[in-house]
């Protein structure tokens, strides 16, 4: 029911900027929550950031805070990331997530996915 599609991954150095996207389509309402997960090479998928699409709140991952922002925007049913001082332990596959209900940070809480998109941070 619900499709989720992500954009804007790619190559960048380190120390650059990168903006994702994600668009939702197949919502019948406004109660949910919307998330990027990463899954580095070898490891497990892990939670970004996250937010809450009617209130506005949001959870950071200690990792990103201070560079990474989320924002969104509910007419267009879009979400953003926007990702700051990137450096190569950022290279993952990001995913784009959405729940029912409040910001959470495991993967097996959240409904849907998006096909993910390659982030790579050359040194």
């Known amino acids: 029911q619900v499709q989720l599609v992500e954009s804007g991954g790619g190559l960048v150095q380190a120390g650059g900027s990168l903006r994702l996207s994600c668009a939702a389509s197949?919502?019948?309402?406004?109660?949910?929550?919307m998330a990027w997960f990463r899954q580095a090479p070898g490891k497990e998928r892990e939670f970004v950031i996250g937010?809450?699409?009617?209130?506005?709140?949001?959870y950071y991952a200690d990792s990103v805070k201070g560079r990474f922002t989320i924002s969104r925007d509910r007419l267009k049913n879009t979400m953003y990331l926007q990702m700051n001082s990137l450096q190569p332990e950022d290279t993952a596959v990001y995913y784009c997530?959405?729940?029912?209900?409040?910001?959470?940070?495991?993967?097996?809480?959240?409904?849907?996915w998006g096909q993910g998109t390659q982030v790579t941070v050359s040194s």
């Open positions: 997530a959405l729940r029912w209900g409040t910001v959470v940070v495991g993967t097996d809480r959240y409904n849907y």
């Open positions: 197949g919502r019948t309402n406004s109660g949910y929550t």
């Open positions: 937010i809450s699409w009617s209130g506005g709140s949001t």
